[in-house]
């Protein structure tokens, strides 16, 4: 069984999403000059940043006092 909050879905922008994905974490993408452009470049990183997070320290990898500053190559959004 699939959990919405542990999917994301990366389409390309042309494309409808399918009606069995809808409900999920969603962004589009475009190629311009073979580099890969997300519509909703800061709300999906905000949110899978989260997710990641989230879910090492479910997993006991971090903890709170632990928790690592997270970067992403090309991300502007901090």
Known sequence: KLESAGLFVLKPAEQKIPSDLAGFL????????????LVDKAGFTAALRTKLITFAEQRGMIGPKKRPSVEIEGDDTK
């Open 26 to 37: 969603a962004t589009e993408y475009t190629i311009v000059e073979r580099k890969l452009r």
